[in-house]
């Protein structure tokens, strides 16, 4: 049972743009979220692993940080080029290790909204707590599990890959697990969890639709967003996967 190395998004990479650019969920809860938990990153080093179509990234470059991006769809790659010329990306798998940066070499990684795509959660966080610097942080945002459950049920503590079409068409395939995973990968990856939340639409959301404004305003059906930092009792520097 695996997501595989496919890169899924790759087929509607622009229009995944177009959707998260101003979309609701993207625009009004993920990213506001994201960016409040990486605090002041000015004159800071920033990983955008999974980067995306860059507009995280972009938001990044204009609060003062110099932003290093991959992502394994070159199309979204691209996307991200064009949008922050100031960045610096690359098409990477982030199943394999990111060689060309040493220990310690950046300040915060931003993983938004891709750790489901991840066969190998572990080994992966492995890697982001190495090139971390032991005062950095690590933000990760992934969709609440409890809308996930409630989407698919069963098990809710059974991690399991699913496929869905979402409403534009897009076939994606992705893990469920439950948040005791996430954290417990986090855990045996050398990371203590600082904080979690869990994410409300931000008041401009309710000028764009009101009835989804007020239901995830009160339902955990969205994003979780979760700050995490190195753990000092472990050590990784050199270490690999």
């Known amino acids: ?34 960016l409040g938990l990486l605090g002041d990153i000015a004159g800071l080093r920033v990983l955008d692993a999974a980067c995306g179509p860059g507009l995280y990234a972009e938001e990044l470059v204009a609060r003062g940080a110099a932003v290093v991006g991959v992502d394994i769809s070159p199309q979204m790659v691209e996307l991200s080029r064009r949008r922050v010329p100031a960045g610096e990306f690359r098409v990477h798998d982030l199943a394999e290790p990111l060689d060309w940066l040493p220990d310690a070499s950046v300040d915060r990684v931003l993983f938004a909204l891709a750790v489901e795509y991840v066969d190998d959660r572990v080994a992966l966080l492995r890697e982001l707590r190495r ?27 059974e991690p399991r890959v699913v496929e869905e079409v979402w409403s534009r068409g897009w076939r994606v395939r992705y893990w469920l697990s439950p948040l005791e995973q996430t954290c417990e990968e986090l855990r045996a990856a050398g990371f203590l ?6 994410p409300r639409p931000s008041p401009a959301a309710e000028a764009l639709d009101a009835e989804r404004f007020e239901r995830l305003s009160r339902e955990p059906t969205g994003f979780l967003a979760i700050r995490a930092v190195p753990d000092p009792r472990h050590c990784c520097q050199g270490e690999r996967p």
């Open 1 to 34: 049972m695996e997501v595989g190395r496919e890169a899924q998004y790759d087929v509607f990479a622009e229009e995944f743009l177009d959707h998260a650019r101003d979309g609701f969920y993207n625009a009004h809860l993920d990213r506001p979220a994201c």
């Open 131 to 157: 090139v971390l610097r032991p005062d950095g942080a690590l933000v990760l945002s992934r969709q609440h599990p409890f809308g996930d459950w409630l989407r698919h049920g069963g098990n809710y503590f």
């Open 193 to 198: 969890v600082e904080r979690l939340l869990e």
